[in-house]
């Protein structure tokens, strides 16, 4: 016998079913109207010690308890705009709770918690629990390959390189068809195709942002943790799956003992669907938007000038900031952020930094009369800052003890010249909130970057069930500190930055107003960094560096300009040695950038050049808006004219307009409204880019 029930909305219904055999599963989606069904495969997913895989392999689905589960009761509940389901399951000695939420303003997206209580007397040593599971098959069911016409979607990232994306068949060299003849055979296939992050760099390498898509149908997900994590897609004999979760075993020495009468929570994950993974993209832009923390600056995106990329590069004086500031505030900046090195006196800021003191040689006057040169200038003073880290010269490594540093075996773990604090210790957060709080109240900082330049690894023994445990608790524990520092102080605006984009989650996205994209210092190599940047944030989030320079041609400006418009315009360079004309332009992207905030806010992402590619000489990004578009395109050399596909603009007129800039030569534009697609005639310039506006 089978017992079911739906959960959802007229736009995204979620159908779950259960046996007396069976434990319960996402049996099927309503979407639009249209059921679409799925692979049935257990909705929570664990391992133990005592309690592995069925057969036998290092996945973290197909588990023994996750299919000795069963089901028990379930439970609606509503706040504010916030619809909540609890399914609740059993097995000997253990409760299992999925806590599932959506927002009313992002129907298609639901996010997931699993709780693992230990409900008997013997205690549980979890090894790997996971967020979400779920099965897809081939829609219609009419193949008898399942994978058959799927594609993962998944992205990657380095130093300079973020955010790098490919669309890759499943079937293939990931997921042969091992066999044709034995298809009902009791034994499913043990591979997997598996993406696994470790240590604090949580989007160091791969990404926890990926999707599945085939012909009419997409999903797509992200694991909001910022520290370890695995997402999984397998096939069994009946169809394909995905799994995603935080710390495990096999990959990030996790494992947790829970006592009798207690328990463990996942970290969140959140799955959208859509027609497509553009549009299962929107999805989790409307769920960002709806889950983040409100704050002023969610709105009001003020522009930011850091002194740092491709200008000072650390080496801040009052001597080179004065005539920065000022022609800063002349193009229209609206913070002004001294960027790293400002509390060094001697030279070599790496490993100093810690105590977070006011340089006194390189601001003889104080750094006082710095910060009031910004404020008098009608800027918002902001500061650089690298919170987690002490340095080995720093004074603090003395002061403060040992058990608020992670370690190994006693020892502090050290990694390019720095420690790395606990954040479960107090007096590690007490020292942090003593500089935040200082800096905020002696010079009126309003405007942090926090960077994070170190990564240390799978975590700390000291008061933890296992390495990964503690780091885990340090995580969460990292979190809980920005919340308090933004309840302290609610109109601060903070950026996130971890050597560029190295931690780079929702967790931390969630509470923080900007995030730099990227260190890449070589402009032409940007433009397919900042078009990838929406599909891991939002689009207002996604500060990409506008960093012209007075060397350069007026192309080559007005190309940096527009790497930065369809974002949080973040702006640096050598202002004050620019010529009238070039910080005319500048001033004009400032006001531009200015004018389009509202539609950036509001718009969603898609890209009519494709996934952008690290080396194809045309990138375009595009902001779908409510009666027009955003589009920027850069051309990198190659042939002087792309083609923009534009599907959902298809049988309608197209007016283009210029958005910036306005004072080089138009390009020229050809619409096929039969097909949907612009394409877009280049000028003489192998370097150029225009940021264009399509009314429609």
Not at 370 to 379: K, L, P, S, W
Not at 615 to 632: I, Q, Y
Not at 675 to 689: E, K, P, R, S
Request: glycine share 10%; hydrophobic share 40%; net charge negative.
């Amino acid at each position: 016998m089978t017992d079911q029930f739906s959960w959802g909305s007229g736009r995204l219904e979620f159908g779950f079913a259960w046996g007396d055999d069976s434990p319960v599963h996402l049996a099927g989606l309503t979407r639009d109207g249209a059921a679409i069904p799925l692979h049935a495969v257990p909705l929570v997913e664990v391992t133990t010690a005592r309690t592995g895989n069925t057969p036998a392999a290092d996945r973290i689905s197909h588990t023994e308890l996750g299919l000795a589960l069963r089901y028990a009761s379930h439970s609606e509940e509503r706040d504010g705009g916030v619809r909540r389901l609890v399914i609740r399951q059993t097995a000997p000695g253990v409760l299992a709770v999925v806590t599932l939420e959506r927002f009313d303003t992002a129907e298609a997206a639901v996010r997931s918690r699993v709780e693992i209580r230990a409900a008997g007397d013997d205690t549980l040593v979890l090894r790997s629990v996971a967020s979400w599971s779920s099965g897809f098959t081939r829609p219609g069911g009419t193949d008898d390959d399942n994978l058959a016409g799927w594609h993962r979607v998944q992205g990657m990232s380095d130093w300079f390189g973020e955010g790098r994306w490919s669309r890759t068949p499943l079937r293939g060299n990931d997921f042969p068809r091992l066999s044709t003849h034995f298809a009902h055979s009791a034994h499913d296939p043990r591979g997997h195709h598996s993406v696994t992050s470790d240590g604090t760099w949580s989007t160091g390498r791969h990404l926890p942002v990926a999707g599945l898509e085939t012909a009419g149908l997409a999903f797509a997900w992200q694991i909001e943790h910022n520290g370890a994590w695995r997402w999984e897609l397998g096939e069994d004999l009946q169809g394909g799956y995905f799994t995603l979760s935080g710390p495990t075993d096999a990959d990030s020495a996790w494992t947790r003992v829970v006592r009798p009468g207690e328990a463990f929570t996942t970290v969140p994950a959140t799955v959208t669907v859509g027609e497509d993974f553009t549009e299962a993209v929107a999805a989790l832009t409307d769920f960002r938007r709806a889950a983040r923390r409100p704050h002023p600056d969610n709105a009001a995106m003020p522009v930011v000038f850091n002194d740092y990329m491709n200008t000072l590069l650390g080496d801040p004086t009052t001597e080179k900031l004065l005539p920065l500031i000022t022609a800063a505030a002349e193009v229209g900046a609206e913070i002004f952020c001294i960027d790293a090195g400002w509390y060094d006196d001697g030279g070599d800021w790496w490993p100093s930094v810690g105590e977070w003191q006011p340089s006194t040689t390189r601001f003889p006057g104080g750094l006082g009369e710095v910060i009031d040169a910004i404020r008098d200038a009608g800027m918002v003073p902001g500061l650089w800052l690298e919170p987690e880290v002490i340095g080995v010269r720093s004074p603090m490594a003395r002061k403060l003890p040992d058990a608020a540093f992670l370690q190994r075996h006693g020892q502090r773990i050290t990694e390019h010249h720095r420690y790395h604090l606990d954040l479960r210790h107090p007096a590690a957060v007490a020292h942090l909130d003593g500089v935040v709080d200082r800096l905020v109240n002696d010079f009126g900082i309003g405007f942090f970057k926090f960077d994070y330049n170190i990564n240390p690894g799978p975590g700390t023994d000291l008061d933890a069930d296992s390495v990964g445990d503690g780091l885990l608790g340090h995580n969460r524990a990292h979190l809980a500190w920005l919340d308090g520092v933004l309840d302290r102080h609610p109109g601060l605006v903070i950026e996130n930055c971890s050597s560029g984009a190295m931690r780079q989650d929702f967790a931390v996205l969630s509470r923080l107003a900007m995030q730099s994209t990227s260190d890449q210092q070589d402009f032409a190599k940007y433009p397919p960094i900042a078009a990838a940047a929406p599909i891991s944030l939002l689009p207002e989030q996604a500060a990409s560096w506008a960093y012209p320079q007075p060397e350069m041609n007026d192309e080559e400006v007005a190309f940096c300009l527009v790497t930065g418009l369809l974002g949080r315009f973040y702006v640096s360079g050598h202002l004050n040695e620019m010529t009238e004309a070039q910080r005319a332009t500048v001033a004009a992207a400032v006001a531009t950038a200015k004018r389009l905030r509202e539609s950036i806010a509001a718009g969603h992402a898609y890209w009519p050049a494709g996934l952008p590619d690290w080396t194809e000489p045309w990138v375009a990004l595009g902001l779908r808006g409510d009666g027009e578009d955003l589009v920027s395109v850069w051309r990198r050399g190659g042939d002087a004219a792309t083609r923009l596909h534009l599907p959902h603009l298809a049988d309608r007129d197209l007016r283009v307009a210029t958005v910036f800039p306005l004072d080089l030569p138009e390009w020229k534009t050809d619409w096929d409204r039969d097909t949907g697609t612009l394409t877009v005639q280049g000028g003489d310039a192998d370097i150029a880019a225009r940021t264009l506006r399509l009314h429609y």
